[in-house]
């Protein structure tokens, strides 16, 4: 079946890294993505992973899966207080995103 | 361009009554759909469309109506509304589904709420 599991909260410092968690049960997605919501917006796509890759890096953000452990990592080197926002992880299934439940990222200063 | 808009932003209904949120993209993207958006629960698909005149069920399809009659519009109608409703319903497109194009591109969300 079609499942994308995440935990619900992360709290970090300003500075520190933070990596949010996901995991995934269909083996044959094709992409991974990472979307971030700011609140009372929408959805914009932060980054995503080729299933046949094993790490992308694009900036402060770092993506690693392994395919494995159907397991999807987002790590955000030096996190700033912008950066609080809402986390979804979601698996591409013949065209159709299923997203994970997001986890909301809390920076403190 | 201004992307995919979402007509209202807000609104309130009584059960049982009826209405269409509205969903418009500039884009010439061939791919649309329809979300909602609960607490703790992420997005779930509700309807998607590869097309003009071709739409397919979601996730969550009951209680909803969708219809492609133009590449740029694609509606979401309630059809008697019920507090299940209540939610954020977010409409995405996106340029391919034969090549899936891996951005969606997001409207900015209608909280609907059913009292």
């Known amino acids: 079946g079609e499942d994308v599991e995440q935990s619900l909260f992360l709290s970090v410092r300003e500075g520190d890294s933070s990596v949010i968690n996901c995991t995934y049960t269909?083996?044959?997605?094709?992409?991974l993505y990472w979307y971030k919501q700011e609140p009372g917006a929408g959805l914009q796509l932060l980054t995503y992973?080729?299933?046949?890759?094993d790490m992308k890096q694009d900036q402060r953000l770092t993506v690693l899966l392994n395919k494995k452990d159907k397991h999807l990592s987002l790590r955000i080197a030096d996190t700033q207080t912008g950066d609080s926002a809402i986390y979804f992880c979601?698996?591409?299934?013949?065209?159709?995103?299923?997203f994970g439940q997001g986890t909301t990222l809390q920076v403190k200063p | 361009n201004a992307g995919v808009t979402q007509t209202p932003k807000f609104q309130v209904l009584k059960t049982g009554q009826s209405m269409t949120l509205q969903c418009a993209q500039d884009?010439?993207?061939?791919?649309m759909s329809w979300y909602r958006q609960d607490p703790g629960m992420g997005l779930r698909l509700i309807h998607y469309?590869?097309?003009?005149?071709?739409?397919d069920q979601g996730e969550v399809p009951n209680g909803y109506n969708v219809s492609r009659s133009t590449t740029e519009d694609f509606p979401l109608r309630l059809l008697s509304a019920a507090p299940s409703q209540t939610s954020v319903y977010f409409c995405?497109?996106?340029?391919?589904?034969?090549?899936?194009?891996?951005?969606?591109?997001f409207g900015p969300g209608t909280r609907l709420t059913v009292t």
């Open positions: 884009m010439n993207h061939e791919y």
């Open positions: 979601a698996e591409s299934l013949t065209g159709k995103l299923i």
């Open positions: 995405a497109s996106s340029y391919s589904m034969r090549r899936f194009s891996y951005e969606q591109y």
């Open positions: 992973i080729f299933s046949n890759m």
């Open positions: 469309s590869v097309g003009a005149g071709i739409t």
């Open positions: 269909d083996s044959s997605s094709t992409y």
